[in-house]
């Protein structure tokens, strides 16, 4: 399965986001997929996740109540809609899918897109 992440780009801080994984090669729906973020030199951070059929989904700390998840699997697309943005969230934001069980441990995922850049000014 590819992924393809898009719809990062350079907000000013209380701003919004949305990003987009694309999956192609298989049913959108047969995925698990998790959105996480890295900022060079530190691990990748988990931000959230959902579930093959979208009844369960999980966020960091940090993010709930500003992101939420969904999906579309008609449209084989997986959605991070991001509010009330702070320049901590400003790093590259990674979607990865797995044919497992929802988790929130990067190293479980086995697809991964190839990042959108995020940015955002105080």
């Known amino acids: 399965v590819q992924l393809q992440a898009s719809g990062g780009g350079l907000v000013q801080a209380g701003g919004s986001l949305r990003l987009s994984c694309a999956t192609s090669?298989?049913?959108?729906?047969?995925?698990?997929v998790g959105w996480f973020r890295q900022i060079p030199g530190k691990e990748r951070e988990f931000v959230a996740a959902?579930?093959?059929?979208?009844?369960?989904?999980y966020y960091a700390g940090s993010v709930k109540g500003r992101f939420t998840i969904s999906r579309d699997n008609d449209k084989n697309t997986v959605y991070l809609q991001m509010n009330s943005l702070k320049p901590e969230d400003t790093a590259v934001y990674y979607c990865?899918?797995?044919?497992?069980?929802?988790?929130?441990?990067?190293?479980?995922?086995?697809?991964w897109g190839q990042g959108t850049q995020v940015t955002v000014s105080s």
């Open positions: 090669g298989r049913t959108g729906s047969t995925y698990s």
């Open positions: 959902i579930s093959r059929s979208a009844a369960m989904t």
């Open positions: 990865a899918a797995d044919p497992a069980g929802v988790t929130v441990v990067s190293t479980s995922y086995n697809y």
